[in-house]
Nanobody, 123 residues
Framework: QVTLVESGGASVQAGGSLTLSCEVS????????MAWFRQAPGKEREWVAT??????GYADSVKGRFTISKDNAKNSLYLQMNSLKPEDTAMYYC??????????????????WGQGTQVTVSS
């Protein structure tokens, strides 16, 4: 059984930083596509960042502020978030698909999801 468990969400002030973690179990994510998505209240879920064998990609809204990374030894995914803004407030989800390359950011492509971790940024 594949499970993804996020952690690290918190309430912070604008300009602050947080690091989210996602622990994967049930398969080795070393060579697979992984991603972070987020969903704010009343809004659709949106892609934040992806990482695969070719590298990483970011939504324009977070580019330069967020960094996605993996620790293959720990089978974990991370999202370092700097210079946080109130508009970053959302539930953040880790997701994975068993393909070498992400080849897209549509959330329907991802078969495995965590339960989410809440990030709240106050002004």
């Amino acid at each position: 059984q594949v499970t993804l468990v996020e952690s690290g969400g918190a309430s912070v002030q604008a300009g602050g930083s947080l690091t989210l973690s996602c622990e994967v179990s049930g398969y080795n994510n070393r060579h697979y596509c992984m991603a972070w998505f987020r969903q704010a209240p009343g809004k659709e879920r949106e892609w934040v960042a992806t990482i695969d064998s070719a590298g990483s990609g970011y939504a324009d809204s977070v580019k330069g502020r967020f960094t996605i990374s993996k620790d293959n030894a720990k089978n974990s995914l991370y999202l370092q978030m700097n210079s946080l803004k109130p508009e970053d407030t959302a539930m953040y989800y880790c997701a994975s698909r068993r393909t070498t390359y992400c080849a897209g950011t549509y959330d329907g492509l991802f078969g495995y999801w965590g339960q989410g971790t809440q990030v709240t940024v106050s002004s």
